[in-house]
């Protein structure tokens, strides 16, 4: 997986509590992403980074939010957790100039 | 923005046979359309991709073709073996600044032995 590392792997939460997800990468790469995937609707882009504090909205973007303090960590926060955000969450990565993605392992988050 | 259309979502082929799956793009900025291969549990795996100044291109088994007038573009797997049972992803993306994908909805593969 590209050196790339997700925790925790599985989660189970309760509705109204902050759930916070990391990514940790050891590529050194430049741009970080955060997608879920749900049957039916693929991967979808809920925050990318495009460095160090550097973060702006993907297409999902609402009830999250993001955190990026140093190139290898890449933070995703659900403030107050909902049933619509039992998904599967992935981190991918990319080096500056380069379109390739590459995907971590994935965290399984539950809410209840 | 970019809307990505896949097809079929299912696709069951006997182990040996040729399977052929096919996206659509919307946005004719977009210029960089790769692969991914999942395995259950695991995450996308890129397993080839194209850019818009290229019509095809081939590694081993797997090959892609794009036909950007008609923004369209397809995976072929020949020689299927039961290992290539997967659920594949196509993406589009522009290849400005973050590089940011969108996905079509996936096709669950099965060979059949």
């Known amino acids: 997986d590209a050196g790339i590392t997700q925790s925790p792997r599985h989660k189970v939460t309760e509705t109204g509590t902050p759930v916070t997800l990391r990514c940790h990468q050891t590529?050194?790469?430049?741009?970080m992403y955060w997608y879920r995937q749900d049957p039916g609707h693929g991967l979808r882009l809920i925050h990318y980074s495009y460095g160090v504090k550097d973060t702006d909205k993907g297409e999902v973007s609402d009830g999250y939010s993001v955190s990026r303090s140093k190139t290898e960590d890449f933070l995703l926060t659900l403030e107050s957790a909902t049933s619509s955000q039992t998904s599967v969450y992935f981190c991918a990565i990319s080096e500056a100039g380069q379109e390739t993605q590459y995907f971590g392992p994935g965290t399984r988050l539950l809410v209840l | 923005g970019e809307n990505v259309e896949q097809h079929p979502s299912t696709l069951s082929v006997q182990e040996g046979d040729s399977a052929v799956i096919k996206c659509t793009y919307s946005d004719s900025a977009s210029n960089y359309f790769p692969w991914y291969k999942q395995e259950l549990g695991k995450g996308p795996q890129l397993i080839i991709d194209i850019r818009s100044n290229v019509g095809e291109k081939k590694d081993q088994r797997i090959a892609v073709t794009l036909n950007k007038t008609a923004k369209h573009f397809s995976l072929h797997i020949t020689e299927t073996q039961p290992e290539d049972s997967a659920v594949y992803f196509c993406?589009?993306?522009?290849?400005?600044?973050?590089?940011?994908?969108?996905f079509g909805k996936g096709t669950k593969l099965s060979v059949i032995p």
């Open positions: 993406a589009a993306g522009s290849g400005a600044g973050s590089y940011q994908l969108t």
């Open positions: 590529e050194n790469h430049r741009y």
